[in-house]
Every structure is written in structure tokens, then in C-alpha cells.
């Protein structure tokens, strides 16, 4: 028996989040003794790349360099896991949660006729049963989750378990899936992204702006700030309703959700929906100018005044630490 | 053409999140409950493609009775009937098959529902029943246009978006800005309580989880608060006591 591991990438890069799976799986197989942890990578994409899933904790890498993988293709995934799973013998797959993962676990999980798990946050417990901790109502609360089938499949949340870089390299091994042209019913006919962007939902740092910015001519004092912190931007619903900003930076309760080391909100009133995207977060630091702002009571730092102020020299005091 | 739409009956996005009996049971006392917002996108786009194209649209919840309030909402919005599986939804898997049920039975071209619920936040019912049914399934996808038996649509990724076709009949998770949400209105509103709500009994009871029991997060501290003029302070504090620069 082994644990596979689905991974995502992106710009040619695995994402954080994938190799956070590979840890979570690899500190689940040395719990249970659940056998080998093999990653399975889809697509082109570089050795070097797929190699990181060792120091993350991978016995193995499985790659499948079939072109039309590159792309998330959502039944193409699902079908080209399940021969792997199958071949491989494995008991538990894990992925990290995403908008792909979600769609490709699920459609998994009927074809391997496996428990689903989503927003995982801890090991399981199995001194009686299988039960696993996952988040839910966005972040307000969790649930203990019992899993009553054999096999299983984790959908780890992002930011929600330490990444290893200690393991061993794993060798790269090439395997073949066989898909049909139903796995492709969805024909992808354009890409709109912005490259080497710091991702949203899985960012260490976010840096946040609400309507109180006046407009996205000012947005430029949150991306100098965002640079300087490594951060990557986000803004609150309303600003992405009026197109301040693009749609996939959009926090919240009906956007993004984020768990990042620090997310700074600025200019961003607070609202219940707003902060269900980002009560992951380790530490939250508000920029608001209202006293009574709702976000300072779920803030860790707050500072009570103008952004057009602060935001300079906020920036200027985090270049001065460096 | 033949539309159904899936529906969550969730929590108020405000609701205050609390539990009951020994932490196993959600605690509704003075919970409102709502479309699930992501479902409410999906609606709202499925009553414009009906003004469009003509056609039916269906409502489906998988619920016990007091979510019909929130389907004859639904239906005030604007759709033509709706359907209750009644059961109470704990597990996805369990929801899947039964929406698959109904939609074979009916012959669906074309089935929405939100990218997930915002209760269990799974995002996998679509998936599930795509996978059960055969049928393609996208997801989360934020434009939906239907030209002849094509479908055209934008599905968010992170950090920008890409453009899919693909042919009917198939599933969408969807969110914004699919469609702008719809108020309903008063004729709306009148005309609901005389559609057709059909409960049906469901149709297998197989589940891969079920939930022993919540917690809640532990309580947030205060807020610490820096002077405005002392920034230097904040970065000082977010390093040495937060440790997170
Ligand atoms: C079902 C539902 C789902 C929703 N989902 C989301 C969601 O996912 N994400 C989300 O963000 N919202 C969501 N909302 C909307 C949410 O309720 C709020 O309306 C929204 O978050 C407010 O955005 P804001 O804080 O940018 O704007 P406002 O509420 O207008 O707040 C602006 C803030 O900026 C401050 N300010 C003004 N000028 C300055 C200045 N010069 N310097 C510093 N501060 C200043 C003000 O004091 C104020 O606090 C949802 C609403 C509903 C009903």
C-alpha cells in the first residue's frame, strides 16, 4: 500500500500548496505505516521541478509528460490519477484543496468509490476509527470527520501544514495513462494570466485593499508595500466588483479564502463576510481610519489612521528592517 | 432547453456559527437561513439563459422541510418548479447521488450550482455528479454563454482565468460574476406559491463521512493598536513578537 500524492504546478513551478500535501502524506504514512508516498505530476514540466516532492518528503515521483495534461483539464486529471492510484496500489491519495483539486477529487472519488475529505487541517485519529479534522463554515468552526471507506482521499487546506525540505531526492520514473477524448470534452481556447506572480491562495504574506483606497489609481502604495513584503495582493468584493481590480484577487466569504503567515488589511471595513476569507490567517495587521472598524476587533495590530499616510511609511520602515 | 439548478439552504453569511447537544448538531436558534450565495449566482444565470433560450428550469434541494421556504425563493426568483430529496445533506456523496437520480430520470441539458456550499465547503458535489452521470463537469466558472449546443465559458484559476468550450449537456460550479444576484420581486413572489414543489423520497442512503463532532477556533486576543505616527513600532512588534517578517 502507498500514499499518492496529486501535484499541482504552475508556470513550471509545483505549487507550495502540492508540497505541503507531500509532507501531510508523508507524515501520515509514518503515523499508520501507510507504505511509500509517491507524487504524481501531470504535464510538461522540468525534472528539477517534480524532484522537489522528494525533499518534501516523497519516496518516488510518477510523471506523466502527455501534453495536453499541462492545462488543468478536469476529467483528464481525475482519469489520469485513477489509472495511476490503481497501478500503483495505493490506499490514500492527498492533494492540496484548490478549485482544481476540488473538481478532480470528486470526480476521483466516485471512480475509486473513496471518502472525500476537504479543508483537512490535521493528521487523522485512528486509535478508534478514522476520523479527520477539517475546516468548515469558511474558517468559523470545524469538524470531526469519521470516514467510514477504504480508500480515502485528503484535500489538504493550504497554509494549514508545515512544509518539509529535509527528505531525500526522489527519482523521476515516467509512467503512461491511457485517456479518451471524452477526458477532454472541455476545450481550453484561451489563457489570461498574469506570469511569476506570488498566488493568492497560497501567499505567506497577503497585502489587502478595500474601497477605502478611492480608486485603483491607488493601488500602486499596496503593490509597493506587497513588494517589499514579498506579498501577494488582494482586495475586498467591492473593489473587484467595480473592477478596481481583477476578480481571482477578491477575499472572502465568496472569493478567495487565504491562511497566510500575515495579511495586511487596508482600507477594508471588516465585514463579517470579508473576514471569513482570512480568519486562517496567522497574524492580521489593519490600516483603517475609522476607530471603530470592525476589522480591528479581529485584528492582531492595528493602526488607527489615513492610508495615504501610513502606507509610505510602513513601506519605508520594512525596507529599513532589511 | 431543460435547466436545473442546485440549491443549498444555508446560514446567513452574518449568522453567528454555534452548536448544540454535546457539539454534534448545528444551533439554529435565531439563524437565517439563505440560497447559498455561490448557488444564488448559478440561479441567477440560469433564469437569464431561460429568458434567452425558453425552455424549463428546475430547483433541487436535497433537504428536510424547512428548507422550503428557501426553494419557494428560488422559485419567486424565477424558476418554473422545484424538487425537494427529502434527507438531511451531511454527506456529499450522499447529495451527489441523489441529484444524479433525479437528473437522469429528467434529462437535464444543462446543470448549475454553486462552486461549493458555504456550510461544508466541499466544492465536490458537481464533481461527483458530473463523474456518476458521465458528463463533463466545470468548475468554478465565472462566465457561462450557451451558442447552439456549445458552451462557452470563463473558469477562474488562481491568478487569472482561462476560456473553455465544451457541449452540452455538462455541469458548472459557478460563482461571480457569473450574473448579478436577483432580488425577487412582488409578481414573483405571488406567482411562487402556486408552482409545483415536488418532494421525493431519496434514493439510496450510502455516505462516506459523517461528522462526529465540532469545534469551534479558540477566541482571538485584542487588538494591539500602534500609533499611527510610530510605524517603526508595527514592523519591531511583526518581527520580534509576532515573528512573522
Ligand atoms: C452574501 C455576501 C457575500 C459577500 N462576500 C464578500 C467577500 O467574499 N469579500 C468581501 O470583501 N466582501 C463580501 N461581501 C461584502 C461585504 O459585506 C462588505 O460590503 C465589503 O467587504 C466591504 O468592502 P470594503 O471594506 O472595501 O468597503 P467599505 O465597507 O466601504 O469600507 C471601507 C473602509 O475603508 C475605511 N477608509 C476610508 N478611507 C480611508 C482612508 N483614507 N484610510 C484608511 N481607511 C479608510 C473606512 O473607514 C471603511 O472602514 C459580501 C456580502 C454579502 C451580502
Known amino acids: 500500500m502507498s500514499v499518492l500524492v496529486y501535484l499541482e504546478h504552475a508556470d513550471g513551478a509545483v505549487k507550495k500548496s502540492s508540497l505541503e500535501a507531500v509532507s501531510y502524506a508523508k507524515a501520515l504514512s509514518d503515523k499508520l505505516g501507510a507504505g511509500d508516498v509517491v507524487a504524481v505530476g501531470l504535464g510538461s514540466i522540468v525534472n528539477d521541478e517534480l524532484a522537489k516532492a522528494g525533499t518534501a518528503g516523497a519516496s518516488k515521483v510518477l510523471?506523466?509528460?502527455?501534453?495536453?495534461?499541462?492545462?488543468?483539464?478536469?476529467?483528464?486529471?481525475?482519469?489520469?490519477?485513477?489509472?495511476?492510484?490503481?497501478?500503483?496500489?495505493?490506499?490514500t491519495l492527498v492533494l492540496a484543496k484548490s478549485s482544481l483539486?476540488?473538481?478532480?477529487?470528486?470526480?476521483?472519488?466516485?471512480?475509486?468509490?473513496?471518502?472525500?475529505?476537504?479543508?483537512?487541517?490535521?493528521?487523522?485519529?485512528?486509535?478508534?476509527?478514522?476520523?479527520?479534522?477539517?475546516?468548515?463554515?469558511?474558517?468559523?468552526?470545524?469538524?470531526?470527520?469519521?470516514?467510514?471507506?477504504?480508500?480515502k482521499i485528503l484535500a489538504v487546506k493550504k497554509n494549514a501544514v508545515d512544509l518539509k525540505t529535509d527528505?531525500?531526492?526522489?527519482?523521476?520514473?515516467?509512467?503512461?495513462?491511457n485517456l479518451s477524448d471524452a477526458d477532454f470534452a472541455g476545450k481550453i481556447t484561451a489563457t489570461d494570466k498574469a506570469e511569476g506572480d506570488i498566488l493568492l491562495?497560497?501567499?505567506?504574506?497577503?497585502?489587502?485593499?478595500?474601497r477605502g483606497l478611492k480608486g485603483p489609481e491607488n493601488w500602486g502604495m499596496i503593490e509597493t508595500l506587497a513588494k517589499e513584503l514579498g506579498a501577494a495582493t488582494g482586495c475586498s468584493k467591492p473593489v473587484s466588483d467595480i473592477g478596481w481590480r481583477p476578480h481571482h484577487e477578491h477575499v472572502g466569504q465568496t472569493g478567495v479564502k487565504v491562511a497566510p503567515t500575515l495579511y495586511v488589511a487596508v482600507g477594508i471595513s471588516g465585514a463579517i463576510q470579508h473576514l471569513a476569507g482570512v480568519n486562517s490567517s496567522k497574524c492580521i495587521v489593519v490600516i483603517n481610519k475609522d476607530p471603530e472598524a470592525p476589522f480591528f476587533k479581529a485584528a492582531d495590530y492595528g493602526i488607527v489612521g489615513d492610508a495615504f499616510e501610513v502606507l509610505p511609511k510602513l513601506t519605508e520602515a520594512v525596507k529599513a528592517l532589511k | 432547453m431543460k435547466i436545473l439548478v442546485c440549491i443549498t439552504h444555508v446560514p446567513d453569511t452574518t449568522s453567528k456559527i454555534q452548536f448544540t447537544d454535546n457539539n454534534t448538531k448545528f444551533d439554529k436558534n435565531g439563524v437565517q437561513?439563505?440560497?447559498?450565495?455561490?448557488?444564488?449566482?448559478?440561479?441567477?444565470?440560469?433564469?437569464?439563459?431561460?429568458?434567452?433560450l425558453g425552455g424549463s428550469?428546475?430547483?433541487?434541494?436535497?433537504?428536510?422541510?424547512?428548507?422550503?421556504?428557501?426553494l419557494r425563493k428560488a422559485l419567486a426568483i424565477g424558476a418554473d418548479d422545484a424538487i425537494r430529496v427529502n434527507a438531511h445533506p451531511t454527506d456529499s456523496?450522499?447529495?451527489?447521488?441523489?441529484?444524479?437520480?433525479?437528473?437522469?430520470?429528467?434529462?437535464?441539458?444543462?446543470i448549475l450550482m454553486g462552486r461549493e456550499s458555504i456550510d461544508f465547503n466541499g466544492g465536490m458535489v458537481h464533481g461527483m455528479v458530473g463523474e456518476i452521470l458521465g458528463m463533463p463537469s466545470f468548475s468554478p466558472v465565472m462566465k457561462l454563454e450557451i451558442d447552439g449546443d456549445t458552451v462557452k465559458m470563463a473558469r477562474e484559476i488562481e491568478g487569472g482565468k482561462e476560456q473553455l468550450e465544451a457541449k452540452l449537456p455538462l455541469i458548472a460550479g459557478c460563482q461571480e460574476p457569473i450574473a448579478e444576484w436577483k432580488i425577487p420581486n412582488m409578481r414573483g413572489i405571488m406567482s411562487a406559491r402556486t408552482k409545483p414543489l415536488q418532494v421525493v423520497d431519496p434514493v439510496s442512503d450510502e455516505v462516506a463521512t459523517s461528522v462526529s463532532n465540532f469545534q469551534l477556533p479558540p477566541a482571538k486576543g485584542a487588538v494591539k493598536l500602534i500609533d499611527k505616527d510610530n510605524v517603526e513600532e508595527l514592523v519591531k512588534l511583526l518581527k520580534n513578537e509576532a515573528k512573522v517578517l
Not at chain 1, 476537504?118 to 470531526?144: C, D, H, M, W
Not at chain 1, 501567499?203 to 478595500?210: F, N, Q, R, Y
Not at chain 2, 456523496?93 to 444543462?110: D, M, P, R, T
Open chain 1, 63 to 91: 510523471h506523466v509528460s502527455d501534453e495536453r495534461l499541462t492545462a488543468g483539464i478536469i476529467q483528464a486529471h481525475a482519469s489520469a490519477m485513477a489509472e495511476v492510484y490503481k497501478n500503483v496500489g495505493a490506499s
Open chain 2, 93 to 110: 456523496l450522499f447529495v451527489a447521488n441523489q441529484i444524479a437520480h433525479i437528473a437522469k430520470s429528467n434529462g437535464y441539458e444543462l
Open chain 1, 101 to 151: 483539486g476540488d473538481a478532480v477529487a470528486a470526480r476521483l472519488a466516485v471512480k475509486l468509490n473513496a471518502a472525500l475529505v476537504s479543508n483537512v487541517v490535521e493528521l487523522p485519529e485512528t486509535s478508534a476509527g478514522y476520523q479527520v479534522k477539517r475546516s468548515i463554515y469558511t474558517g468559523k468552526a470545524f469538524a470531526i470527520t469519521e470516514v467510514t471507506k477504504e480508500h
Open chain 2, 33 to 52: 437561513f439563505i440560497i447559498g450565495p455561490y448557488d444564488d449566482y448559478a440561479l441567477a444565470r440560469a433564469v437569464e439563459l431561460k429568458e434567452q
Open chain 1, 201 to 210: 491562495p497560497e501567499a505567506d504574506v497577503v497585502v489587502s485593499g478595500g
Open chain 1, 167 to 177: 527528505g531525500a531526492s526522489a527519482a523521476v520514473e515516467a509512467v503512461s495513462v
Open chain 2, 57 to 70: 428550469l428546475t430547483v433541487l434541494n436535497v433537504g428536510e422541510a424547512d428548507t422550503e421556504p428557501t
